[in-house]
């Protein structure tokens, strides 16, 4: 066997498989010399080397063989086969567990199995790339639908051809790539999205729960939602859907008619000549001939029959329309139905305490809170109300402006209350003698409202209270904006103007 090489290092570096960091016996490392080139010593060497090479590399050939052989570890060794010849031979590890290590094994991807082949989908021009999986998890809608997706195929160019709008895809490819989640671009107008929605077949239920995310008062009710029975259906949408039919519009005349009436009663009957008529004394006969007075319930005083007369038809009309509603528990949970109940529920409460306790006056003590849940009856026109609704609703969107500015109000309030106490401490003519007293000076400062009955008279309050006032308009300022902009966007989505916007 011949091998030529300059040197052991080069014979080292051309053996399969070895680099010099598998090395460990230095069998092919040779020490650094310090001879110059032009030095007899370094011709010498050169002579001596060339000579003794051959015995010197077959030597640490064979040693470098028995030791590769003996150690697996070190990778490829050259063996001798059954034939004499010299092979390479892969590194067998002798344990059958092989060592552990730190870093984690590579898992191959089967692709075809996890059925991602990607598709391209050409929305006028602009490409969009995506796994053929993602569209497949809504098979009801067009992406997800081979048949359907199949109508806009290219073959020529093999991609899906969409004439459609690019930033509203871009939108809608991402609900599909997020499982659900439906998020308009704000540069896109809400009926140009809700067309797209349409035509890729998202479904009514996405697109319901859209419009309501964007601020949309809907009057509609879904179809399945609606009671099986007929007469009941023609009664709840006579109560419900105000404007339908003739019926519908008489009904809804009718409710706001009580609903004003009873207003104006709750409002008269706390004028001085109508007050406390709810009772009266009687003097009546006992069995045994005797007199005594008795204390009775005025039922002939006008204002208590126009109070019961609209207390009967909102029984009657909350009665029809739970008993028709085709989703009780959904009925049972709407805020305006609730306000019903508590609109109704004193003058219940009056008739039953008075039958337990016989008195007037304490029905008076007991009810005088509660009486005043009758006004809640004017929130029951939002039903009739679009302007009422979309207040509502405005407040509703708006929820987190109201809470920072009630967070900015709240902290205000205390840290100048705190101010203005300890400013005026000093003075003796001061109004605000301990920091609660102070809370509603620095409510109608920080509100703008300044009534001028509590004021502060030395000039450090004063200092205070102007600070007061500046804080107070910048916390105003800072959500009304927001507000205000919520109100446009609903009137405008509500009424129909500027519905592009």
Partial sequence: MHFVARNTTDLAYNMP???????????????????????PRLERSKQVRSNSFSSVKFTKIQEYEKHRASDPLLGHSLQKDSDGNHEKVPLIPKSENPPSTSQPRAVEHDCEAENCKRVILNVAGLKFETQLKTLNRLPSTLLGNPEERHKFWDPKRKEYFFDRHRLSFAAILYYYQSGGRLRRPVEVPVDIFIEELEFFKLGSSVIHAFKVAEGFILDEVD???????????YIWEVFEKQGSTRVSNVIAIVS???????????CVETLPQYRGRDCYNDTVETHNGTFKTVIKFNYTDPLYIVESCCIVWFVFELSIRFVCAPVKMKFVKDMVNWIDVLSIAPYFIFQIMFLLT????????????????????????????????IFAKTMQVSFRELSMFMLFLGIGVIIFAGGIYYAEAQNPDTFFISIPDAFWYAVISMTTVGYGDVYPVGIPGKIVGTMCVLSGLLAIALPVPVIVTNFNNIYRRTTGRGANL
């Fill in 223 to 233: 179809e399945s939602e609606l009671p099986d029975n007929e007469i009941k259906r």
């Fill in 256 to 266: 706001v008619v009580f609903i004003l009436t009873s207003i104006v009663t709750f």
């Fill in 17 to 39: 498989g070895y680099s010099l960091r598998q090395d460990p016996l230095n069998l092919f490392r040779q020490p650094p010399t310090t001879l110059h080139s032009n030095s």
């Fill in 358 to 389: 016989n008195s007037c006056e304490n029905n008076s003590r007991i009810l005088s809170v509660l009486r005043v849940l009758r006004v809640a009856r004017i929130f029951k026109l939002s039903r009739f109300s679009d302007g009422l609704q």
